[in-house]
């Protein structure tokens, strides 16, 4: 199969109106995306992927209004998040709607919400006249997609259309928040943080290890590089770890000695800068043979705790 790269948004979505599969750029990652409304378009995201099929898509918007169409009812507190972050980098679930078909929610009752703030994403969205059922555009299990050319590394010849824009400015998949129970509850920290979700509802909570597993996607080893990742914290690594095929991303300032053992290094910013650099980092790292990646812990306050419950996931 050809992958058509464009950037023209009346040609990528011209493929979701004749019910292909197109790869799309976010605020977030990428999503490889299809008609939400239509199953056959829809299971062609799941095979390119590889992805299990009992793990449900997030259905992307471009207007409001269309959440009313997709729902069976929207709670005060998932109102008001919806006021508050619409549109930007968090996803709401909700009781669905029988329209939407059972393949986009793997057979659940209930269905995950989105409006990106990337204008391209929007207007592509509002150009294929439909909601767009979107995951991340990455084999499945291997690391988020954050520039277009991750999503041809994964799908060149595999995918019939990319529509390509800029690198993603975030960088981590959405906050995933169920608002489907009396308190919300965060189900997959991002750059929408639980200390701002709090100051809509209190008692919004996130469980590192809920009891029963809400999200599917949960379960599954994710965002992995097929180097190792080993968690260190400020003062937790010696030189003498370094050998020869290592890399390291974090905030230390590293010496000479350290960096000439280095294969491959990343001195970040900030938070948001690691956020950012992450999983772009881990794809460079693999693309050179690198062994281990090194990677700093850091607090879990703010998109704090979105890094760590990746890097928690790729170390596993
Ligand atoms: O930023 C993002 O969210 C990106 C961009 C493309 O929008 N999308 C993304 O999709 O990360 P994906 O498929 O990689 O992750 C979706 C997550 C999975 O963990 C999935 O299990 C969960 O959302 N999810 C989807 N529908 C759900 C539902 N009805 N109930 C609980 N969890 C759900
Ligand atoms: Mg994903």
């Known amino acids: 199969m050809k992958t058509l790269v464009t950037n023209s948004i009346n040609k990528a979505s011209s493929y979701i109106k004749k019910d292909e599969i197109v790869a799309f750029p976010t605020e977030t990652v990428y ?3 299809a008609n ?8 062609k995201i799941f095979k390119a992927k590889g992805r299990p099929a009992d793990n449900p898509l997030i259905v992307h918007i471009a207007n409001k209004k269309d959440i009313e169409v997709l729902t069976q009812e929207i709670p005060d507190t998932a109102k008001r998040i919806i006021k508050k972050f619409f549109p930007g980098p968090i996803t709401v679930i909700l009781k669905k709607n029988e329209i939407v078909p059972d393949i986009v929610t793997s057979g659940l ?3 995950a919400i989105r409006m990106p703030s990337s204008k391209i994403a929007r207007e592509f969205i509002k150009t294929c006249g439909v909601p767009v059922a979107a995951p991340s555009a990455n084999l499945s299990g291997s690391p988020s997609p954050t520039s277009f050319i991750h999503v041809l590394d994964d799908f060149k010849g595999k995918i019939p259309c990319l529509l390509i824009g800029p690198n993603a400015k975030y960088g981590l998949e959405s906050t995933v928040v169920d608002c489907t129970g009396s308190v919300p509850v965060i189900l997959r920290p991002g750059v929408v943080t639980l200390e701002q979700l709090r100051k809509i509802d209190r008692r919004i909570n996130y469980l590192r290890k809920p009891k029963n597993i809400k999200s599917p996607g949960q379960k599954y080893r994710h965002y ?11 003062f937790g690594f010696r030189i003498s770890d370094f050998k020869s095929s290592t890399a390291y991303i974090g905030f230390h300032k590293l010496n000479n000695e350290v960096l000439e053992r280095l294969r491959d290094f990343k001195i970040c910013k900030g938070l948001n800068d690691y956020a950012k650099n ?4 881990f794809r460079d790292c693999d693309a050179r043979g690198i062994k281990v990646i090194y990677c700093q812990k850091v607090p879990q306050k703010g ?7 990746r890097l928690r996931k790729t170390s596993k």
């Open 109 to 111: 009752d209930t269905i």
């Open 224 to 234: 992995a590089p097929k180097a190792k990742v080993r968690l260190i914290s400020d």
């Open 31 to 33: 999503g490889l995306g």
């Open 36 to 43: 939400a409304y239509d199953e056959k378009a829809v299971k």
């Open 303 to 309: 998109i704090g705790l979105a890094i760590m419950n």
């Open 278 to 281: 992450l999983f772009s980092f």
